[in-house]
């Protein structure tokens, strides 16, 4: 627990740049994205930012403030649960905001949605640099979830007129210019692979001992084979159609194991199929872990079944763990791979169970050949697209941008902004 904000925000002699943090969510334990921040954030903090995170509680008897890792965040409101509770959700947001806003160097927003319009309102009022970031593709990200009423068009409108933007993807990019944006404005900072993390014998039967003793449902014999499926526990998620697909193999290989990561109000029915197809006793569901190198470290194969849940953080980990993946072959998760021409990861078309198993089998039965590839693949993601470089780009960019604004004359520092 941490005291009130002002002790967070009085840091007027330190060297360091106050970032202020505002996003729709923050539990790093069960989110793609948020894992993806809580990496950037991370990163941040050792190149000389001091993070702080404004973000709601998904539940009134959370604690309103307390800290995590080395930063600060702060939860003063409920998180919105319709179109009226979002209104007074804004509200105290906004509040909190131009109270607190001008103890901070730059505001970063990491989606386009409310709070990214909220930041670029009250950072303009404080006088301090906005940035806001586009989440990624699919049908959860901002660009979608911009079309689905006015009230997200307009907050989607509103955070283009932040100071700056950063586009994940060369793709998203071009659609932030379709939508208004100015190119000038746009920072294209991927999402990219973490560092590279050991992955040989030793490592996955350490990490295999380490996930056995904490949670003995996760043991398994050492010539076994372990499918990692992770993802949002819904009704009709994508990993139900995924055990639907791999059910068959694992009732003709006594070796296999499937993991189920996650959690959701639909885990009861991916547990109910998992019984009723005859593989529950070789189905380990443990949840969430904080720590999850080690899982990637102990499975032999990572299966990415939709591009909605995974893009962000889980696959970059898998890859940069050095573990097998089959990814769905989407135009989103194309675009992850566009620099790679004769190392690409194994793909399969979306719900296409008969295309999934064929590859599955054959990845499987060439487990040497499937591990050499993944190596390989990681040291070619490690060369394009590292998450160490997008970290120090995205610095640059802040750095740069609360310079600037500290030699602009307070009224003069919005005067270029259409």
Not at 82 to 111: M, T, V
Not at 389 to 401: C, D, K, P, T, V
Request: some cysteine; proline content about 6%.
């Amino acid at each position: 627990m941490t005291g009130n904000v002002s002790s967070a925000c009085r840091q007027e002699t330190s060297p360091l740049y106050r970032l202020l943090v505002v996003t729709p969510r923050f539990w790093p334990l069960a989110d793609d994205s948020i894992g993806r921040l809580d990496s950037f954030l991370a990163g941040l903090s050792r190149a000389g930012f001091s993070p702080t995170v404004l973000t709601p509680r998904l539940a009134r008897e959370w604690p309103i403030e307390l800290t995590y890792h080395e930063y600060e965040i702060h939860r003063p409101v409920l998180a919105a649960r319709g179109e009226w509770s979002l209104i007074a959700y804004c509200r105290s947001i906004e509040r909190w905001l131009r109270k607190h806003a001008p103890a901070f160097d730059l505001i970063y927003a990491d989606s386009m949605r409310a709070e990214g319009a909220l930041s670029v309102l009250c950072g303009d009022a404080a006088h301090r640099p906005t940035v806001v970031r586009c989440r990624g593709g699919g049908k959860e990200g901002d660009l979608y979830w911009a079309e689905r009423s006015r009230a997200n068009t307009r907050y989607f409108r509103q955070s283009l007129s932040a100071r700056a933007l950063i586009a994940p993807s060369a793709a998203i990019k071009r659609e932030l210019v379709a939508r208004g944006s100015s190119v000038e404005k746009i920072a294209q900072i991927e999402d990219g692979v973490p560092p590279p993390i050991r992955r040989d014998a030793a490592a996955i039967r350490v990490a295999r001992e380490a996930l056995a003793a904490t949670n003995h449902d996760l043991f398994v014999p050492a010539d076994a084979r372990v499918i990692l499926l992770w993802g949002k526990m819904e009704s009709h998620s994508p990993l139900h159609w995924a055990v639907n697909a791999i059910a068959p193999l694992m009732q003709q290989r006594s070796d296999l194991r499937l993991w189920l990561f996650g959690d959701g109000s639909g885990r009861e029915s991916l547990h109910r199929l998992c019984q009723d197809l005859g593989i529950r006793h070789n189905v380990a569901m443990p949840g969430s872990f904080g720590h999850d190198e080690e899982i990637y470290q102990a499975a032999d194969l990572f299966v990415l079944a939709s591009d909605d849940d995974g893009l962000e953080h889980r696959l970059p980990l898998a890859l940069s763990t050095g573990t097998p993946v089959l990814v769905v072959d989407t135009v989103v998760t194309r675009n992850l791979f566009h620099r790679l021409t004769n190392c690409c990861p194994e793909m399969f078309p979306p719900q296409d169970s008969n295309a999934f198993q064929t590859r599955l089998k054959a990845m499987l039965a060439d487990c040497a050949g499937m591990h050499s590839h993944a190596l390989e693949l990681r040291t070619l993601l490690q060369r394009d697209a590292s998450r160490l470089r997008s970290i120090e780009q995205m610095g640059a960019l802040f750095r740069r941008l609360i310079e600037d604004s500290r030699s602009v004359p307070p009224r003069l520092v919005r005067q270029d902004q259409g």
